[in-house]
Nanobody, 115 residues
Framework: QVQLVESGGGLVQPGGSLRLSCAVS????????MGWHRQAPGKERELVST???????NYADSVKGRFAISRDVVKNTVYLQMNSLKPEDTAVYYC?????????WGQGTQVAVSS
């Protein structure tokens, strides 16, 4: 069974950077779309960024110009480079992978932006 394992979260000061990783226990080309979502305390889970099988990318307005999604097809890993982090970026970040038949979620990784 394919699994998604996130890593890279942590505590960072405002203006800092983090890189999240999502390792797939199989081929990332299994999926039509892979992406990152986040959920802050007391809020609904929201889309942050996606990357399709043909490498098209999409970003939430709140992270455009600061975050970048990428993938390594050899390592079967999707990354989220987060720069210029703000306190409002604090959330649990979840990796998601989906096809037209099913959707998988990782366990989440905590990102905290605070001075």
């Amino acid at each position: 069974q394919v699994q998604l394992v996130e890593s890279g979260g942590g505590l960072v000061q405002p203006g800092g950077s983090l890189r999240l990783s999502c390792a797939v226990s199989g081929s990332i080309f299994t999926f039509d779309v892979m992406g990152w979502h986040r959920q802050a305390p007391g809020k609904e889970r929201e889309l942050v960024s996606t990357i399709t099988r043909d490498s098209s990318t999409n970003y939430a307005d709140s992270v455009k110009g600061r975050f970048a999604i990428s993938r390594d097809v050899v390592k079967n890993t999707v990354y989220l480079q987060m720069n210029s982090l703000k306190p409002e970026d604090t959330a649990v970040y979840y990796c998601n992978a989906r096809t037209n038949k099913f959707s998988l979620w990782g366990q989440g990784t905590q990102v905290a932006v605070s001075s």
